[in-house]
């Protein structure tokens, strides 16, 4: 496994992450729960927050519109969402209310990427806690930041197909 320090608002961040075979990221911090996602295929997805089992949901392969490919999250009684708001933003909220925006690079569109959100950033807002930097540092990382319009959403969606073919 990979690992990297960032600086978060409560401290440092430690990401653990294994590309092949499948995406896995471990995010933890003093304060922090540990938080892993699991990411076999960009269709499926797993998390876990204290090696607790958190639902979250899929968006699938064939959702061409920008908002459809919104990942949502449950841990405990909160409920996270990262929703691609541009090519290569997005917006991390909680319970409906907006604590991060999220800014990614265009290299995360890369069909031979395992990794989607490595280089993205957080700009998080006020009223976070810790779980809230441990989960959202993950869903990011794992799932990335932004996400096309339907046009290249179609053309992403062909290529990814061609390319996890030949994998």
Known sequence: MEARTTDG????????????PAIVVQVQGAGMPTVRVAVPDREHAAMTVNGQRAPLSSPGRWRLRRKSRTRHATVGNRGYALTPTGLRTSLLLRD??????????????SPLRDLPG?????????????????V?????????????????GTIHALLDMCFTSVR
């Open 9 to 20: 608002p409560f401290g440092p961040v430690h990401i653990r992450h294994d590309p092949w």
């Open 136 to 152: 959202g540092q993950a869903m990011v990382i794992g799932f990335g930041a932004g996400a096309p319009g339907a046009l290249l």
């Open 96 to 109: 409906g209310v907006p604590i991060a925006d999220v800014l990614g690079t265009l290299a995360a569109y």
């Open 118 to 134: 490595n280089d993205a950033r957080l700009v998080w807002h006020g009223g976070i806690d810790p779980t809230d930097v441990a």
